[in-house]
């Protein structure tokens, strides 16, 4: 049996840089393969929520959108997804602080190949071990069609919405693979459920904003959002305005 590729995206705003990074991953360690390389962190989020990949090696300083806020979107939203950051030495404090947005590991630019080599190594060690898992489910995710997954996914957001909650917490409660529940959620509802999370939280904080004794910060508590930066970054994106815009309009 062929061994699984594992899927990577690289957001760098360098070309040269970029490239050079595509080829040695793959030179590294063949069993990674670069499946897009973008110039900004919002057109790698873009890409990344209609095919997930397995990994993300991104830029701190880029035009748009920072490799931080790309991977606190990976963090909040699609955190089965490993996020590699890669900076220049001056950036040293805010790689460690993407810490706490569960990056995987951290690069110091000029990358260093052997320091590469033992990151795609871990990166490979704990990917395996994650479908390795995945493949004891088997006979549980047949066990039930498409639709019926879906329709236990959603109860399982609409019950725990103001929590917690990303699609790892709902794979382990269900007793799913994380990428098998993407797959499974792509098909029939064709958006990923990060997505469909998101969504729904959204339109929970639409119908809280009529209560004119809520503050912002209170709405986004309410849907699960403890930083009221990335609760109005992601009502922005689905409302397609501010949260304070969207109240004006109900006055």
Known sequence: M???????????????????????IEAENPRFKVCGIYSNGEDALNAIKQQPPDVVFTDISMPVMTGLELASEIYHNMNNIKCVIISGYAEFEYAREAIRYGVTDYLLKPVDIEELHRVLKSLELSLTDIYENARTEGDHESALTPEEIVTLVEEYVKNNYSGDLDLNTIALKLGFSSSYLTKIFNKVENIP?????????????????????MTLQQIASAVGYNDQFHFSRSFKQTVGMSPTEYRETLK
């Open 2 to 24: 062929d061994e699984k590729k594992y899927r990577v995206v690289i957001a760098e705003d360098e070309k040269l840089i970029a490239g050079n990074i595509a080829k040695h």
């Open 193 to 213: 459920p990060s997505k469909y999370i998101r969504n729904y939280r959204m339109g929970i904080a639409k119908q809280l904003m009529n209560d004119k004794g």
